[in-house]
């Protein structure tokens, strides 16, 4: 009996000892929480006008093409056209702009002709390593690039 008492406890602490080995630990994903992320707009300032004339020839371009978008004194987005689309009887068009002079950013951009024949932008200018972005916003009848959190952006 003794043997017995001794082999069922030997095996009752192999077994929770070997379950405590099997619990995996869960890390918080500091990719996608952002936290660790540099940010790939550092240098520049928090708002960046954007003409309708300059939105309107971006959406005028073709797949492949290259382009320059002069934003600032201190800022010139390049980048190579990915892909132009127009949907709901030419009511929406899209361009996304793959850059070159920001590694891992895009600029997409979208016109919206509404009913009564009003035009609206949108857009944003976002990489998924960095912890920052641009948001196409309109401020005082107005566009212009507004710097984000990519976290407050995106959701996980």
């Known amino acids: 009996m003794k043997y017995l008492i001794t082999g069922f406890l030997s095996l009752a602490v192999i077994c929770f000892h070997s379950n405590g080995f099997a619990q ?42 290259k382009v320059q978008i002069t934003m600032s004194d201190k800022f010139t987005y390049e980048g190579v056209v990915s892909s132009v689309t127009a949907k709901y009887n030419n009511t929406i068009h899209s361009v996304f702009i793959r850059s070159t002079n920001r590694p891992g950013a895009g600029f997409n951009l979208s016109q919206v002709t509404l009913p009564d024949g009003s035009v609206m932008y949108s857009g944003r200018i976002i990489s998924f390593q960095s912890s920052d972005c641009f948001e196409l916003k309109k401020i005082d009848d107005r566009y212009y690039l507004v710097k984000r959190n990519f976290n407050d952006l995106v959701n996980d």
């Open 24 to 65: 995996k630990s869960v890390s918080k994903d500091t990719d996608h929480g952002g936290h660790d992320k540099p940010a790939l707009f550092y240098d520049l300032p928090d708002q960046l006008p954007l003409q309708p004339a300059v939105m309107q020839s971006l959406l005028n371009t073709t797949t492949g093409q």
